[in-house]
Each structure stands twice: as C-alpha cells, then as structure tokens.
C-alpha cells in the first residue's frame, strides 16, 4: 500500500453513461498525475496537477475526459459519454514536488463499458 | 514515444540474480531513469532511480553505464513474487513515458 487511495476499484457502466472517478494522494503531496492503461500496454499520461492547478491537460484523450483537484488535495477524473473504447484501468500517482519526482501509484479503477 | 528499449521477456530461476537490461541512447544530461514494475493488476510499484552514479536500495540495485545509454536492473536472489512486469523508464521533467516493459518471470 503506497498511501494512494483509489475509489471505486471497479466501474461498469453502459455505453453513453458519465463517470466519475476519484483518487485521495499521499497527504502531503502536491503533485497529482492521471494515466489510463489498456491491456497489454504500460500507463499512458493524462493529465496532471500541483496542488489545484492543472499544469497539463494537452495529452487527456477527448474533451469527454475532465480532471479536478479544487483544493489542492482529492482529484477527480470524470468521463463523459462513455465509450466501449474507453474500458480500461485508470491510475492515479502522487509525488511530492523536491528535485526528482518519484511517483507513487495507486491500486487503479477499472473501468468496463459495455 | 517511450524513449527506452527494453526486451520483451525474460525468465530468471528462483534464487538466482534478475539482471533486466534498458536502452536510452537518446537520453538528455537531466534526465533520471527510473524503474517499476508491476504486478498483475495492480497499480506500479516505485523501486529505484537513478541520474549517473549506481544506486542500491532495498529492493534493487541499479547500474548505469558511463556514457548513461543503457542500465541495468539488479534484483539479486530473485523470488516468486518477483515475477512482474518491469518498467525502465527516463524522466525529465513530470514527464513519465511507460513502454511496454518487461515481462519477468521466475520459475521455481
């Protein structure tokens, strides 16, 4: 256990529907990240954030894909519209801003949309 | 693009050392490499980094050669639980490109 908490573990949804997912960082971590990962493939950068600000959003996959960290602590992830292309694990790491950033990872949500 | 190259698999016996291999020919002054791996199903697990010199921590040691094209992943008396998919990665500045890995497995 990194100390990076994941909710849910597991999403299914239809086709069309919005989802909403949410990651708490190691406490005091001011860096957030967001990957999603396909079968088969390594983790794949979305997007990221120090403390509320979103440093960069030019890799999230569609404008159906959205991120938040309103007060420098949780994110979320939201999708909308979802497609069946858009089953995959989403990862949320954090890092704690001082030189190198070693990134630290939590269990992932799978998301299934069927 | 990953800026690493990393075989596809790799079997190691149990007991013995794991040494997975890395390529990073295009790698900048300022950029550290750093290894994860990652059990099925889970999220990556950090293990070591490292910018010139070797490094040797807990779980791994890390070699990097002179000229910082390649390095190495040393996992000295390899274990079951070891088997994993292996991640070399370079990192400059939050960004962190995953290849695919290395798949690792260690047979009794």
């Known amino acids: 256990d990194t100390g990076v908490s994941q909710d849910p573990r597991h999403k299914i949804t239809k086709r069309g529907q919005n989802v909403t997912f949410r990651c708490d960082p190691i406490s005091e971590h001011n860096r957030l990240y967001w990957y999603r990962q396909t079968l088969g493939q390594g983790p794949e950068f979305l997007t990221y954030f120090q403390n509320e600000a979103q440093l960069e959003k030019s890799r999230l996959l569609s404008d159906r894909f959205s991120a938040e960290r309103p007060k420098g602590s949780f994110s979320t992830l939201e999708i909308q519209r979802t497609e069946q292309g858009d089953s995959a694990m989403y990862l949320c790491?954090?890092?704690?801003?001082?030189?190198?950033?070693?990134?630290?990872f939590g269990p992932g949500t799978r998301l299934t949309v069927l | 693009d990953a800026k690493t190259t990393q075989p596809t698999s790799m079997d190691c016996a149990e007991g013995r050392a794991a040494n997975l291999p890395c390529n990073h020919s295009?790698?900048?002054?300022?950029?550290?490499v750093y290894w994860y791996r990652q059990i099925h199903s889970q999220g990556p697990q950090y293990i070591i980094h490292?910018?010139?010199n070797n490094e040797t921590n807990e779980m791994a040691s890390l070699i990097i050669t002179e000229d910082r094209k390649s390095s190495t992943l040393i996992l000295p008396h390899a274990t079951l639980r070891d088997t994993a998919v292996y991640y070399c990665?370079?990192?400059?500045?939050?960004?962190?490109?995953f290849g695919a890995g290395t798949r690792l497995t260690v047979k009794p």
């Open positions: 790491a954090s890092s704690l801003d001082e030189g190198t950033d070693t990134q630290y």
């Open positions: 295009t790698i900048s002054g300022n950029e550290y």
């Open positions: 990665i370079v990192e400059n500045n939050n960004d962190m490109r």
């Open positions: 490292g910018l010139k």
